[in-house]
């Protein structure tokens, strides 16, 4: 028997949405994400950000594309309100990220994990304790930390190193234990800045995989890159940004050109 | 909780050197502070041993009834400010004045007559040995028809309360500026240890965790460095007390130490600055980030 085929078996992905199950949203707003004609200014009169708006519904892939500096970056500070918008509505989970109340802010990050391109790790935590951190910061219950954490570690395929620490990793097993520690919470979107800019090719394959895989089970992944060939041997939804403002989306521009033929 | 408590004492392992630190400079803060606290508490005791020594005699006229004069010792001593009160009769006084001067003992031996007043002997309660006070008492016995005059060391009284409050004035100004001097740098060192953990402050931000979450073992943080702190402040003051008292060849053997009360007041405070120094510390960095 094929090693091989048989993984490829297990990753047969579940075609069933679950978000329509565990949705928290309003049935009449199907969007996870809304931005409306959002701008972003910088302090020193940059504009970041110029009329930018878009939709994500449940359950998508969304690829953020774009030169560095064209906004990706701030477009994923917007939807973890690491920064507020100078203009338009930003819509997350359920959030206004423009009105956002200080005590919000932590319970909206709840809601998502997000994974950046140097993983963020605590550097004197093993994975394990990287992981449990997420959870013991919202004062989840200590007796089921240790079991949730196993999970999303064994999910992420990296159970037999739970004891490592980020320096005895390599680069793609970093970014698994931080995609694990975004999965800690069942968040309903995963927003993925860069996840495969430090890695090399074998590794980008495997966390890309493994982002995929998260997708299927219901999960919406935002994730910005500039690796246009990942973009292209996919067919999810692409949005491309130039210079703070958004130049294509698939999503819209392609089914403009259905109907215009 | 006990994660509280492990995340405060994980950042001691983490930074040794930065821990010890803080501690240090609270400890020696406080013990500058306590160093004062210990001279001022000193000054009082002896103060308090001169203000003991406060006398008030009141002189009777000759001829007054004892009657009177028991009635009157009684309405005295019921006074708030007094201690005691004891009457001196003539011959009383002239046997004290025999004892006590020696190079008239001859004269007093000849006299025919008493020429001594008798009198009432007034001593203050602690606490009310100022001049105000003692004057005060003084112009109340002045109001009894039967005596006559009434003597005290008015002068010196006055020199008493001068010394007294010069000290308290100095005291607390050096106190203060040394506090003040502690906070600065506790909230420094703190400071230090918190750019240092920036990056763990952000990914906790990152996943979810409210700023009271991330404030809470700073600020147990805090605490226990100013209790550690506070507590060896009080091993140095204790130290330095066991020198000066040891070494003055007698001369300050009566010095005292802090009673239990000032020590559990010079922890509070220790704890207090460790907690007031990182609190304002994790405030600006949160309202920063």
Not at chain 1, 111 to 138: H, K, P, S, Y
Not at chain 2, 22 to 40: D, K, P, R, Y
Request: hydrophobic fraction near 45%.
């Amino acid at each position: 028997m094929n090693h091989f085929g048989f993984c490829k078996f297990l990753r047969v992905p579940l075609t069933f949405p679950l978000s329509l199950l565990t949705s928290h949203l309003s049935p009449y707003n199907p969007h996870v994400i809304r931005f409306t004609n959002v701008y972003k200014a910088y302090p020193n009169g940059a504009m970041a950000l110029k009329d930018v708006t878009f939709h994500v519904s449940k359950g998508e892939f969304v690829f953020l594309t774009g030169h560095s500096g064209a906004g990706k970056s701030t477009i994923m500070k917007l939807l973890f309100a690491e920064q507020q918008p100078s203009g338009g509505e930003v819509r997350v989970s359920g959030y206004n990220v423009s009105s956002l109340r200080p005590d919000d802010v932590p319970r909206l990050r709840r809601r998502l994990g997000v994974i950046f391109q140097d993983f963020r790790l605590l550097e004197d935590r093993t994975a394990e304790e990287n992981v449990a951190f997420a959870l013991e910061v919202t004062g989840a219950r200590t007796d089921t930390i240790a079991a949730r954490v196993m999970r999303v570690l064994t999910q992420v395929g990296l159970s037999a190193r739970s004891r490592a620490y980020p320096r005895e990793l390599s680069g793609g097993e970093q970014q698994r234990v931080a995609i694990a520690r975004a999965l800690i919470n069942d968040p309903a979107i995963l927003l993925a800045d860069e996840p495969t800019g430090n890695l090399d090719e074998r590794a980008t394959r495997g966390v890309f995989q493994l982002l995929r895989d998260i997708n299927n089970g219901g999960t919406v992944v935002v994730m910005a890159t500039h690796d246009l060939d990942l973009v292209r041997q996919t067919v999810y939804r692409t949005i491309e940004m130039r210079d703070g403002s958004l130049v294509y989306d698939s999503d819209v521009d392609e089914a403009a050109a259905v109907q215009s033929t | 909780m006990k994660l509280l408590t492990r995340e405060a004492l994980l950042s001691f392992r983490r930074a040794p050197l930065l821990s010890v630190l803080s501690v240090t400079t609270i400890a020696f803060s406080l013990f500058t502070v306590g160093l004062f606290g210990l001279v001022a508490i000193n000054l009082r005791e002896a103060l308090k041993g001169l203000e003991e020594r406060v006398e008030i005699v009141a002189y009777i006229f000759r001829g007054t009834p004892s009657e009177t004069i028991a009635i009157a010792t009684q309405d005295i001593a019921a006074f708030p400010e007094v201690r005691d009160v004891s009457y001196v009769s003539e011959e009383e006084a002239l046997r004290r004045a025999r004892a006590e001067l020696v190079e008239f003992r001859d004269a007093y031996r000849d006299l025919q007559v008493n020429p001594l007043p008798a009198s009432i002997e007034v001593h203050l309660k602690e606490g009310y040995g100022d001049a105000a006070t003692v004057g005060r008492v003084a112009e109340r016995l002045k109001g009894f028809g039967f005596i006559d005059d009434v003597r005290f060391g008015r002068e010196w009284i006055q020199k008493l309360d001068q010394l007294r409050n010069l000290t308290a004035v100095v005291g607390l100004v050096i106190g203060l500026a040394f506090a003040a001097v502690a906070v600065v740098i506790i909230g420094v060192t703190i400071r230090l240890t918190i750019l240092q953990r920036a990056r763990e402050i952000s990914i906790m931000r990152l996943v979810g965790a409210t700023n009271w979450f991330i404030r809470g073992p700073f600020l147990l943080e805090g605490a226990l460095k100013g209790l550690l702190g506070g507590l060896l402040s009080l091993v140095l003051c204790y130290a330095g007390y066991l020198l000066f008292r040891d070494n003055s060849g007698g001369t300050l053997s009566g010095l005292i130490f802090f009673g239990a009360q000032h020590m559990i007041l010079i922890i509070v405070f220790g704890i207090l600055l460790g907690l007031g120094g990182s609190m304002v510390s994790v405030g600006r960095h949160l309202r920063h980030v």
